[in-house]
């Protein structure tokens, strides 16, 4: 009796063991990943490069990019931006971002390097103020070329929180604050689906590599970018779209 007791509590410790460290096992998979530390540009650097373009810098905990430094440089080249030490498959990945009145830019994910520029490969969840950005800059000639009906405005896909050039957002559940103040962004992507959240409201959805998917592909911005999104691993990024740029809580975690 006394060995059969003895035998069950082993059984039980063993088993309680197996429980505990696999879900620890499973919770250290699924940690967050700091892309940034607050401090420095350690991981980051310009694409199709080994250094960071002038602009971009750490200061009071944000990775900006500071247009007045970019031109006390004498620089040619790109620059977007990448976190160059991993390359991510299916993850969900948050940022905190603000621009200024009339800025743009671009959260890239799946990105490889080798191509002209990150646009040729990557998504991109879409980062401009949506208010001001076609009373500032003339967009007419440049929408032209897609058949817009009003192309000196601002296009449903060119909006913020849009996988740019291809799936717009649900207005009705977007809150973008004005420029000059921080927003929040997470994107989740799994092969099944892939979601667009802006301020803690989802308002995109879509499936990757669908029918639908590659139907919007080669039917509009990329019909004659091949590469764009085949890709189904590739490093993180940010566009540079000749405006300052302040980035802050910069984390990843993989799915």
């Given at each position: 009796m006394k060995k059969n007791i003895l035998l069950f509590g082993i059984i039980a410790v063993l088993g309680y063991a197996i429980i505990v460290f696999g879900s620890q096992s499973s919770n250290f998979e699924n940690e967050w990943i700091s892309l940034f530390d607050g401090k420095t540009t350690d991981g980051w650097?310009?694409?199709?490069?080994?250094?960071?373009?002038?602009?971009w810098i750490a200061k009071d905990g944000m990775l900006m990019f500071?247009?007045?430094l970019e031109l006390e440089q004498n620089y040619i080249g790109g620059k977007d931006i990448i976190y160059g030490k991993q390359e991510f498959e299916n993850f969900e990945l948050y940022v905190e971002w603000?621009?200024?009145v009339g800025g743009n830019s671009g959260i890239f994910y799946h990105i490889k390097e080798g191509y002209g520029g990150p646009p040729e490969?990557?998504?991109?969840?879409?980062?401009?103020?949506?208010?001001?950005?076609?009373?500032?800059?003339?967009?007419?000639?440049?929408?032209?070329?897609f058949g817009s009906e009003e192309p000196s405005k601002l296009q449903d896909w060119q909006q913020t929180a849009a996988d740019y050039a291809m799936h717009i957002t649900n207005h009705d559940l977007?809150?973008?604050?004005?420029?000059?103040?921080?927003?929040s962004a997470k994107i989740i992507f799994t092969n099944e689906k892939v979601e667009h959240w802006l301020n803690g409201k989802m308002?995109?959805?879509?499936?990757?590599?669908?029918t639908e998917w590659y139907e919007?592909?080669?039917s509009g911005k990329w019909k004659n970018a091949p590469d764009y999104g085949k890709y189904k691993t590739g490093y993180i990024g940010f566009q540079d779209h000749g405006s300052s740029l302040w980035f802050r809580n910069i984390k990843i975690r993989k799915l």
């Open positions: 650097r310009g694409y199709n490069s080994e250094m960071m373009p002038p602009g500071d247009t007045e603000k621009i200024p490969v990557s998504p991109e969840y879409q980062l401009i103020d949506d208010l001001n950005y076609a009373t500032i800059h003339d967009l007419k000639s440049y929408n032209q070329q977007k809150k973008l604050n004005p420029a000059g103040e921080w927003n308002v995109l959805s879509f499936v990757p590599w669908s919007k592909r080669n």
